[in-house]
């Protein structure tokens, strides 16, 4: 029986694999956002119960968690919820926007460790990176 069992969360795993694979990794929708874990129940839990039995074990804004148990091979995954764009309020800052535009401008002017070599002539044809 144990064997069994193996296969089957071997199979399951497989089954899982390609769902996540098709939700998450195609080529419309490049999200991560399914993650999935089978496992052997212990005897003691299998025992007694019916044998499929879905639960919703968390449901917040976050994330969906839910649990399937197949006979003595419990199945639980998880569905993380994202906040949408139209939800959030994003407040700019002109004043940071100046000064990050400044700083940009004045890291992308000319070297003047170069300029300075080429007038007086010391150049003889090598470059020196400011870096």
Same mark, same amino acid.
């Given at each position: 029986?144990?064997?069994?069992?193996?296969?089957?969360?071997?199979?399951?795993?497989?089954?899982?694999?390609?769902?996540?694979?098709?939700?998450?990794?195609?080529?419309?929708?490049?999200? @991560?956002?399914?993650?999935?874990? /089978?496992?052997?129940? #212990?005897?003691?839990?299998?025992?007694?119960? +019916?044998?499929? !039995?879905?639960?919703?074990?968390?449901?917040?804004?976050?994330?969906?968690?839910?649990?399937?148990?197949?006979?003595?091979?419990?199945?639980?995954?998880?569905?993380?919820?994202?906040?949408?764009?139209?939800?959030?309020?994003?407040?700019? @800052?002109?004043?940071?926007?100046? /000064?990050?535009?400044? #700083?940009?401008?004045?890291?992308?002017?000319? +070297?003047?460790? !170069?300029?300075?070599?080429?007038?007086?002539?010391?150049?003889?044809?090598?470059?020196?990176?400011?870096?």
């Amino acid at each position: 029986m144990q064997t069994v069992n193996k296969i089957t969360v071997a199979l399951i795993s497989m089954v899982m694999n390609v769902i996540k694979t098709l939700r998450c990794r195609t080529f419309l929708r490049r999200t @991560n956002d399914l993650n999935y874990d /089978v496992f052997l129940l #212990d005897e003691k839990y299998a025992v007694g119960t +019916n044998y499929y !039995v879905k639960k919703l074990m968390l449901d917040n804004e976050y994330e969906r968690t839910t649990a399937i148990k197949l006979g003595n091979i419990c199945v639980s995954y998880s569905i993380d919820k994202f906040v949408l764009a139209s939800n959030t309020t994003h407040k700019f @800052n002109h004043v940071y926007a100046n /000064v990050l535009a400044r #700083d940009t401008i004045n890291s992308h002017n000319s +070297n003047s460790t !170069v300029v300075q070599l080429k007038r007086e002539g010391v150049d003889n044809g090598k470059r020196r990176s400011s870096t």
